[in-house]
């Protein structure tokens, strides 16, 4: 073939010269698909495949005609180079088929150990940021939770009490039953290191099938909170596109997201968190596959963390990220919007109770619904949480649903301090697994009054933001320091009596310096004890983009 005889075959040469390598590169793509994926989003894919397509055709059209002049050039008649891109097709196709993995199904559930076959399932229930003042069941006359309140009907009725007030510290002190100084995990970009036994890792080594499900980027599988499960799941929020988390890493998708979010009407939930109706569907494929299982579940919701988002959902939203610092006017509408949601979940909450009694399982299962910490409503002069130790941000719901054949008490036992070390020790023992030495909680179960003093009080820490607080209680008073100087504008010392004075309006250190003097010893001594049985936890890393930009949508980094 001459040069003028290649020339005229240019279109096909082009069309055809450049669908081979885009047909090649699709086929990489499909067998590499989640390398490509983990590092961008599909549209980003497809667009490089279509630019370097479109250099293909481009170098084809300028220099192809003298390429191709001889023999060379018998590959781009039609015949033979349809032949050609057919072969390329079907091999991208097999190759497809044999090297892709295929989607791996969740593992099936297996059968009950003989050693717990009078045991019960555990159910953990952590919902995030839900103020125990605001149910039914503890007071509140404006909020409706029967379902969450129904776990008391049989079951048990505490005060408790978290030991930091935002997510990670405080769930990791409820999952591993150490106080914050002891675990470590107390700041943005700390961890639980792996020498830090959860209560999955207990009831797993006991022979429990174990699943976690949670909607909180600061319980992530990177900050260690997956330990001891057979199966964890990150509910991330949506992304742009389809993309995946770590998308967020390239800056194009960061302005595009930006635009987006600025641009478009309204606010939607799944781009800050999944739901309850979400949590919701991957609970019910679990419970399905295990309902002839033993299993132990750690169940997260999001709902009552802001955004605090209108019912039905209409785009009408409050989130923190973009409104630090709202004004003391908005306060009456900020605290129905968060009743909407508490009773949103609660509506959800009935849903998977309903689904444990349509597979048999809710009678034979132990249920504790907890909460890692409450919201501030301007009482003391500021917003949100994980700035201060006052009680509308650590005083939680502790109620524990017992097995049908438990011996454990019951009714509402209210007026005594329990805390949120103390919960997994006591599925621990309803389990009959022994807690681990270093576990500092207690079982609940034998009751709180034979309790030494220092486990009859609460002791809750915060290194958040440059506020460094401690707090103390017992059922009379509850003491509060922080560092001097800190942003919040704290005193450095508070005294309250908190049986006569719940809603902690005055400080009283100035008449009553002697008990301030007796509560910072048992401070001091359980901040001591917790720091030297520290783990090498806590350690610190680097963010990823993605957790930087979740985190920043929950409003936990400006």
């Given at each position: 073939?001459?040069?003028?005889?290649?020339?005229?075959?240019?279109?096909?040469?082009?069309?055809?010269?450049?669908?081979?390598?885009?047909?090649?590169?699709?086929?990489?793509?499909?067998?590499?698909?989640?390398?490509?994926?983990?590092?961008?989003?599909?549209?980003?894919?497809?667009?490089?495949?279509?630019?370097?397509?479109?250099?293909?055709?481009?170098?084809?059209?300028?220099?192809?005609?003298?390429?191709?002049?001889?023999?060379?050039?018998?590959?781009?008649?039609?015949?033979?180079?349809?032949?050609?891109?057919?072969?390329?097709?079907?091999?991208?196709?097999?190759?497809?088929?044999?090297?892709?993995?295929?989607?791996?199904?969740?593992?099936?559930?297996?059968?009950?150990?003989?050693?717990?076959?009078?045991?019960?399932?555990?159910?953990?229930?952590?919902?995030?940021?839900?103020?125990?003042?605001?149910?039914?069941?503890?007071?509140?006359?404006?909020?409706?939770?029967?379902?969450?309140?129904?776990?008391?009907?049989?079951?048990?009725?505490?005060?408790?009490?978290?030991?930091?007030?935002?997510?990670?510290?405080?769930?990791?002190?409820?999952?591993?039953?150490?106080?914050?100084?002891?675990?470590?995990?107390?700041?943005?970009?700390?961890?639980?290191?792996?020498?830090?036994?959860?209560?999955?890792?207990?009831?797993?080594?006991?022979?429990?099938?174990?699943?976690?499900?949670?909607?909180?980027?600061?319980?992530?599988?990177?900050?260690?909170?997956?330990?001891?499960?057979?199966?964890?799941?990150?509910?991330?929020p949506d992304y742009l596109a389809g993309a995946k988390e770590?998308?967020?890493?390239?800056?194009?998708?960061?302005?595009?997201?930006?635009?987006?979010?600025?641009?478009?009407?309204?606010?939607?939930?799944?781009?800050?968190?999944?739901?309850?109706?979400?949590?919701?569907?991957?609970?019910?494929?679990?419970?399905?596959?295990?309902?002839?299982?033993r299993f132990f579940l750690f169940l997260h919701y999001m709902?009552?963390?802001?955004?605090?988002?209108?019912?039905?959902?209409?785009?009408?939203?409050?989130?923190?990220?973009?409104?630090?610092?709202?004004?003391?006017?908005?306060?009456?509408?900020?605290?129905?919007?968060?009743?909407?949601?508490?009773?949103?979940?609660?509506?959800?909450?009935?849903?998977?109770?309903?689904?444990?009694?349509?597979?048999?399982?809710?009678?034979?299962?132990?249920?504790?619904?907890?909460?890692?910490?409450?919201?501030?409503?301007?009482?003391?002069?500021?917003?949100?949480?994980?700035?201060?130790?006052?009680?509308?941000?650590?005083?939680?719901?502790?109620?524990?649903?017992?097995?049908?054949?438990?011996?454990?008490?019951?009714?509402?036992?209210?007026?005594?301090?329990?805390?949120?070390?103390?919960?997994?020790?006591?599925?621990?023992?309803?389990?009959?697994?022994?807690?681990?030495?270093?576990?500092?909680?207690?079982?609940?179960?034998?009751?709180?009054?034979?309790?030494?003093?220092?486990?009859?009080?609460?002791?809750?820490?915060?290194?958040?933001?440059?506020?460094?607080?401690?707090?103390?209680?017992?059922?009379?008073?509850?003491?509060?320091?922080?560092?001097?100087?800190?942003?919040?504008?704290?005193?450095?010392?508070?005294?309250?009596?908190?049986?006569?004075?719940?809603?902690?309006?005055?400080?009283?250190?100035?008449?009553?310096?002697?008990?301030?003097?007796?509560?910072?010893?048992?401070?001091?001594?359980?901040?001591?004890?917790?720091?030297?049985?520290?783990?090498?936890?806590?350690?610190?890393?680097?963010?990823?983009?993605?957790?930087?930009?979740?985190?920043?949508?929950?409003?936990?980094?400006?």
């Amino acid at each position: 073939m001459d040069e003028s005889e290649a020339r005229g075959w240019t279109p096909s040469l082009v069309l055809i010269g450049s669908f081979v390598p885009f047909a090649l590169a699709i086929t990489v793509f499909r067998v590499k698909r989640d390398v490509f994926l983990e590092q961008m989003p599909p549209a980003t894919v497809l667009l490089g495949i279509v630019a370097a397509a479109g250099v293909v055709a481009g170098l084809l059209f300028f220099f192809g005609p003298r390429a191709f002049r001889g023999r060379l050039g018998t590959i781009v008649r039609p015949w033979p180079a349809l032949v050609a891109l057919g072969v390329v097709v079907a091999g991208g196709a097999v190759a497809g088929r044999i090297l892709v993995s295929p989607t791996s199904e969740p593992a099936a559930a297996p059968p009950v150990p003989e050693a717990l076959a009078d045991r019960p399932n555990i159910i953990l229930v952590m919902v995030d940021t839900l103020r125990a003042d605001h149910l039914s069941c503890y007071g509140a006359t404006d909020v409706e939770s029967p379902a969450i309140c129904s776990l008391a009907d049989g079951g048990a009725l505490y005060d408790g009490y978290s030991h930091a007030s935002w997510t990670k510290p405080a769930t990791a002190s409820l999952v591993t039953a150490t106080l914050p100084s002891t675990h470590g995990a107390m700041s943005k970009p700390s961890a639980i290191a792996d020498d830090v036994q959860l209560v999955s890792e207990v009831l797993q080594a006991r022979g429990y099938a174990t699943g976690g499900i949670v909607s909180n980027i600061n319980l992530a599988p990177s900050f260690g909170f997956d330990q001891g499960y057979d199966e964890y799941h990150y509910l991330a929020p949506d992304y742009l596109a389809g993309a995946k988390e770590s998308s967020s890493k390239l800056i194009l998708y960061q302005i595009a997201r930006s635009v987006w979010f600025t641009l478009k009407p309204g606010q939607r939930v799944s781009d800050f968190y999944q739901d309850s109706l979400t949590v919701n569907t991957h609970a019910f494929e679990f419970l399905e596959r295990h309902r002839d299982a033993r299993f132990f579940l750690f169940l997260h919701y999001m709902d009552p963390h802001d955004p605090y988002f209108r019912h039905p959902y209409d785009g009408h939203a409050i989130a923190r990220v973009s409104n630090q610092h709202p004004d003391p006017s908005l306060a009456g509408e900020m605290h129905r919007l968060y009743k909407g949601e508490i009773e949103y979940l609660d509506r959800n909450f009935q849903t998977l109770l309903q689904k444990l009694r349509e597979l048999d399982l809710y009678d034979d299962t132990v249920i504790a619904l907890v909460a890692d910490h409450g919201e501030e409503f301007y009482e003391h002069g500021g917003w949100w949480h994980g700035l201060t130790l006052y009680d509308e941000q650590i005083h939680v719901p502790l109620i524990i649903k017992w097995s049908k054949h438990a011996r454990a008490p019951v009714g509402d036992l209210r007026g005594r301090v329990a805390r949120l070390i103390d919960v997994a020790p006591t599925l621990i023992a309803k389990a009959g697994a022994q807690a681990p030495a270093e576990m500092q909680g207690l079982d609940l179960a034998p009751g709180l009054a034979q309790r030494s003093e220092k486990d009859r009080m609460a002791f809750s820490e915060e290194d958040h933001e440059g506020n460094v607080l401690r707090s103390i209680r017992n059922t009379e008073w509850k003491l509060i320091e922080a560092n001097e100087g800190n942003p919040r504008g704290l005193a450095v010392t508070e005294l309250y009596a908190i049986s006569r004075d719940p809603a902690e309006s005055k400080n009283v250190i100035a008449e009553h310096a002697d008990v301030g003097g007796e509560l910072r010893a048992h401070a001091e001594a359980q901040e001591t004890a917790a720091r030297a049985a520290a783990h090498a936890s806590g350690t610190s890393r680097k963010l990823s983009t993605s957790e930087e930009e979740a985190l920043r949508s929950l409003g936990y980094i400006e």
